[in-house]
């Protein structure tokens, strides 16, 4: 194991956790501002593919697609939102859980009814398909540093979002005192529907970006959907940095554990036990990470809330 | 809405309704044949089972508060410690189902200790993650099968008077245990221990402040449910004859949780009317049509908008009130 | 109430189920939700497609073909069957995709006497210590691996890498390929089921430097794998791959970097006998030109075996010994060619290599290469007492 594979595995880590961090952005800002637990954040990141991958094919543009993936989903998450979501702001979360569930019953079948069962090509945009040699000994994805790109982007503008302007400003206000904000006038309405419009807007990049590397098939949005609400719980639901912290933990906690524990276990375990036991360490470190984060810190690394 | 005057009307008729529909479930095996339904025995045990697991869940979510998403879990918990308990030749189905039940308890107490530190959505999520390990345990488990899960052909043994392999025996012995769990949740929601739980649901700091072991207390409810759940789990392996991690799958937990607050969180009835609608739902859309999903989607949505508390609520308008959502 | 409820639909269902109580009945369990939704959209065209050629007889008989979808989940599976069996009374059975649903129904069918002919799975256990005279294989699942690892002794890799989910199937499959592969194994890599991201394992698979890497991952698993793997700058390293790795469904969900991919299967779309010639022009006319997959093809031939056998027992299917004698010596001609059964009643027949390449038309598909397995038995069929 020499110091170039050790990078490259920390880059994957990173790279994924940049993946994690994309869907995880929206859900956590619907999630902490809203106070709504939205389950149909895969279903609009699985649209966001979808449409991308529909685009890509018949226009040849992948800037293209991905804009219009997500001008599309923003436009069906508009429209539940003033069908569905706006009436389950004050509702309980269990209410939420039960009425999102339904809207993926009902986004499966309607994808599968549009686009069929069997999974759709997404290609990757031709410029990006092989590898570039970041130095000698390491060819890396182009595409993944493309992802990583845009990941950090998301991250940044969200930062400036939140942090430096009067949205970001109201967006703070109603996610750590919703009673208060509203009582000092805030439109909370508004900025709901904002919010809700952009977390889709942000599910939708992710899927369509996430389209090239990954299967664009009906039930991946619930694949992903429990890996990004692992990665929102560590960080803390509703804080942006918390959910970009855990994102890169996840992320780097779980290609660390693919690459690293089962040659480990090999090293000290007869190698039948280790055969067994590497693999599926390596396939719960995510939950074990989770488990261990809420036993120390009940609320997350960064709570939101007091 | 027709329930709530009849319920005012005939007092009577609504406090015996509950007997009535025990007294036909108990009758059913014996007339399936002749009506040629001999299907539907199978099938209703299986509601039976699930409802049991639902009532359990019910009554941690419902009274308690505690909103787990792992139940799940449990319920393979009790599968899988009845397929290892045959593995090593353990062929009585009390000691199977008892050891389902036993360990189903074990599971929820160390992943309850863990687990009640958190509060709302952080639970739901850190019951999910269990549940999520389990579910990765058993499938890369060689010894009981994996992925591929592990078949119970022999039928467990019940004793000298009862006779293991006769699927209406089973189904009586189900309904036995349904009907005291049922039985034994109801008398526990409105105990003194069913009181304080309700106390910790509506408002925890002010238990604590009272003096109330809030901890412990929950970590009893939870206990108590998962080793229910683990009993249902353990009926469920050898209703179906067969074991495989898919039932610990976190969709699994999550659609217990909402047949449960279909039918009515915290409501007496809740637990098994949303299982035995969502279920026959279930059943006849899978006959008709290539997408059944989504009809039952839009039941979802129907409930929460127009039956909030469940469908329980509009039954029993008056009765069991203390319950529901807040 | 609602037990009323319950009692009403039942009633009704009942009824129109005693309407043909005449007819055949054959059970077939579709698996178009779920994991294999893909796979099983594909069987379902394939049945469809048989059933419109028998005109929904078969061996000349009214028959009825019953068709649900139980989600591709083992219990469900279990429900369907019990249904089939105890509602609908059935004479046949078929469909899952997935080993574990196979084995979940297989003891109820086989208590039941009813024949179970496979559409997809062919699990050890029911080729080995649990036969059954009442299941019917298409193949045996280890055997697609066997060949691949006789295609890389051919192609002179002298070590490889494999790589599959981490459950005991997994571990079958690369065992299936270990069996008659005779180079070095560098590494074997097992990795979560449903993963997504593979990038951990393609470093690895980079560092290791092997002549060629063998796959293992169904469905989704296999999609994004590929697609990583050639973004890597991998695409020196030749990659092969039982045929559900790169099949149809695969091959148009990946595209341009499919091309190359060596993989291994009992049948293709461009095998040459009449009976496939018909049934891949049928298919291609009725569903947009596109080719049938490996399980459109199995659960057509399967349609076809049964309606062979009705026919050879002159529509008597209440004797269930002739009925399995009939299936045991088809009288149709298969798309895959000659076979005939081995004790167990799994096939020996022929494997054949496909690599991924363009049609004439410029379409992505599997083409034909060469015979690897030569009429080839399965490894367990030693252990079947039968």
């Given at each position: 194991m020499d110091a170039i594979f050790v990078f490259e595995q920390l880059l994957n880590g990173l790279g994924y956790g940049l993946m994690l961090f994309l869907i995880a952005a929206g859900l956590t800002l619907v999630f902490g501002i809203m106070d709504t637990m939205n389950l149909a954040h895969g279903s609009l990141y699985m649209a966001g593919a979808y449409v991308a991958a529909r685009v890509h094919e018949a226009s040849g543009s992948f800037a293209g697609a991905v804009l219009a993936a997500v001008l599309v989903t923003v436009a069906v998450a508009a429209l539940l939102e003033l069908l569905v979501v706006r009436h389950l702001y004050r509702r309980d979360h269990l209410v939420q859980v039960l009425a999102t569930f339904g809207i993926i019953l009902i986004a499966d079948d309607a994808v599968k009814a549009i686009w069929g069962v069997a999974p759709l090509m997404a290609s990757t945009p031709a410029a990006l398909a092989g590898p570039v040699?970041?130095?000698?000994g390491l060819p890396y994805p182009a595409y993944r540093l493309l992802l990583i790109g845009a990941g950090l982007l998301v991250a940044l503008g969200l930062y400036l979002l939140v942090n430096n302007t009067r949205v970001g400003m109201l967006v703070r206000a109603g996610a750590s005192n919703r009673q208060m904000a509203e009582f000092m006038g805030v439109r909370v309405g508004a900025v709901f529907s904002f919010v809700f419009a952009l977390g889709a807007g942000l599910a939708a990049l992710a899927g369509a970006l996430m389209a090239p590397i990954s299967s664009v098939q009906v039930g991946m949005g619930e694949a992903i959907l429990i890996p990004a609400l692992v990665v929102i719980v560590i960080g803390g639901i509703g804080s942006v940095r918390g959910a970009f912290v855990a994102a890169l933990l996840v992320g780097l906690v779980d290609t660390a554990g693919r690459a690293f524990l089962p040659p480990a276990l090999r090293a000290v375990l007869p190698p039948s036990v280790a055969a067994d036991l590497g693999p599926a360490l390596a396939g719960i470190a995510m939950y074990v990470l989770m488990a261990a984060v809420l036993t120390l810190k009940p609320a997350g690394l960064f709570p939101a809330r007091a | 809405m027709a329930q709530p005057a009849f319920a005012t009307r005939f007092p009577g008729a609504v406090r015996r309704l509950p007997w009535l529909v025990l007294a036909l479930l108990a009758v059913f095996p014996l007339l399936a044949p002749t009506l040629g339904l001999e299907y539907y025995v199978g099938f209703v045990r299986r509601v039976l089972i699930v409802a049991i697991a639902a009532t359990s869940l019910n009554f941690i979510l419902g009274y308690g508060g505690m909103a787990a998403l792992g139940h799940a879990g449990f319920i393979g918990v009790g599968a899988y410690t009845v397929v290892a308990l045959v593995e090593a030749g353990v062929s009585s189905a009390w000691l199977a189902w008892g050891g389902a039940l036993v360990f189903g308890g074990l599971a929820a107490a160390l992943i309850g200790a863990v687990s009640l530190r958190t509060r709302g959505v952080y639970f739901i999520m850190i019951t999910l993650a269990f549940a999520q390990m389990l579910y990765y345990l058993a499938v890369s488990l060689r010894t009981y099968g994996g992925d591929d899960g592990y078949g119970l052909y022999t039928p467990l043994a019940m004793g000298p008077w009862l006779d293991g392999a006769h699927p209406d025996v089973f189904y009586w012995v189900v309904l036995a245990i349904a009907a005291g769990v049922f039985a034994l949740f109801s008398r526990v929601a409105h105990s003194r221990y069913g009181h304080a739980l309700r106390g910790i649901r509506d408002n925890e700091t002010r238990m604590v402040a009272l003096g109330y072991p809030v901890f412990r207390l929950k970590l009893a409810g939870f206990v108590a449910a998962g080793a229910v759940a683990g009993l249902a789990g353990g009926l469920l392996a050898s209703h179906n004859t067969f074991v495989s991690p898919g039932m610990m799958h976190w969709t699994q937990s999550a659609l217990l949780l909402v047949m449960v607050i279909l039918g009515g969180l915290g409501r007496r009835w809740g637990a098994p009317l949303g299982v035995a609608l969502w279920l026959t739902l279930e059943e006849a859309l899978k006959m008709h049509t290539d997408y059944w999903h989504w009809p039952l989607g839009v039941l979802l949505l129907l409930v929460v908008f127009h039956a909030p508390q469940g469908l329980a609520a509009l039954l029993e308008r008056r009765g069991d009130r203390q319950g529901g959502a807040a | 109430m609602l037990q009323m409820k319950n009692l009403a639909v039942a009633l009704a269902l009942c009824g129109a189920a005693a309407a043909h109580a005449a007819d055949i009945k054959v059970g077939i369990a579709l698996d178009i939700s779920g994991p294999f939704a893909a796979l099983g959209a594909e069987a379902r065209d394939g049945f469809e497609l048989a059933i419109e050629k028998l005109g929904g007889k078969l061996g000349g008989q009214p028959a009825e073909f019953l068709r649900t979808d139980f989600g591709g989940n083992p219990e469900q599976a279990n429900q369907l069957v019990a249904r089939y069996l105890q509602r609908d009374k059935i004479d046949f059975f078929t469909g899952p995709i997935g080993s574990n649903a196979a084995l979940a129904v297989g003891p109820a069918l086989f208590a039941a006497k009813v024949p179970y002919l496979s559409a997809n799975p062919g699990p050890s256990a029911y080729a080995g210590e649990k036969c059954s005279p009442y299941f019917f294989a298409q193949?045996?699942?280890?055997t697609y691996d066997e060949a691949a690892g006789k295609v890389a002794n051919e192609k002179g890799y002298k070590n490889v890498v494999l790589i599959a989910p981490n459950y005991p199937a997994g571990k079958d499959h690369l065992n299936g390929f270990k069996r008659l592969y005779k180079g070095a194994v560098k590494d074997e890599i097992y990795t979560k089921l449903g993963q997504i991201d593979y990038a951990a394992e393609i470093a690895q698979i980079r560092a290791a430097k092997p002549d060629a890497v063998f796959f293992f991952l169904p469905g989704a698993m296999g999609i994004n794998f590929v697609k990583q793997f050639v973004g890597g700058g991998l695409k020196d390293i030749p990659l092969i791959a039982p045929g559900f790795s790169a099949d149809e469904d695969v091959i148009q969900a990946v595209g341009e970097p499919m091309i190359g991919v060596l993989n291994t299967a009992h049948w293709t779309h461009d095998l040459q006998n009449p009976a496939n010639a018909e049934f891949v022009s049928a298919f291609r006319k009725k569903y947009d030109g596109r080719y049938p997959s490996v399980y459109a093809a199995m659960a057509y031939d399967t349609l076809m075996a049964m309606d062979a056998a009705v026919r050879d027992v002159g529509g008597k299917v209440a004797d269930r010994e002739a009925v399995l004698k009939a299936l045991k010596s088809p009288s149709f001609s298969s798309v895959r060619g000659e076979f005939k059964y081995g004790v167990n009643n799994f096939p020996v027949q022929n494997y054949y290599l496909r690599e991924v390449g363009k049609d004439a038309d410029g379409r992505i598909t599997n083409k034909l290469v060469g015979t690897t397995l030569e009429q080839h038995q399965d490894a367990y069929v030693g252990a079947c007492k039968m």
């Open positions: 040699q970041l130095f000698e | - | 193949y045996q699942n280890d």
